[in-house]
């Protein structure tokens, strides 16, 4: 398990550039689920963020939030990913 792996280094970019977030983790869980024939060699990941831009904002809200700045890596690089997204 990697936490520095080129694909959670891609989430921290796009992430940072689009929430300037106070707190960002990024665990990949991919090892967890090993053999998971549906992934198709995409990853599984956790994302727990804190950022303004969810103030305000139901949890849903927020993780679309989240899914729309990942949008392009959801498409292949990511199959699976599990938010915790909190305002400050």
Known sequence: MSNNSPRV????ELLEKEFNPTALEIID?????????SAGGA?????????????????????????AALDEMMQSEIHALSIEAEAP
């Open 9 to 12: 280094e891609m989430i921290r």
């Open 29 to 37: 869980d991919s090892h967890l689920h090993a053999g998971h024939a």
């Open 43 to 67: 990853g599984h990941f956790t994302v727990k963020i804190t950022a303004e831009a969810f103030a305000g904002k139901m949890p849903l809200q927020r993780h679309r939030l989240v899914f």
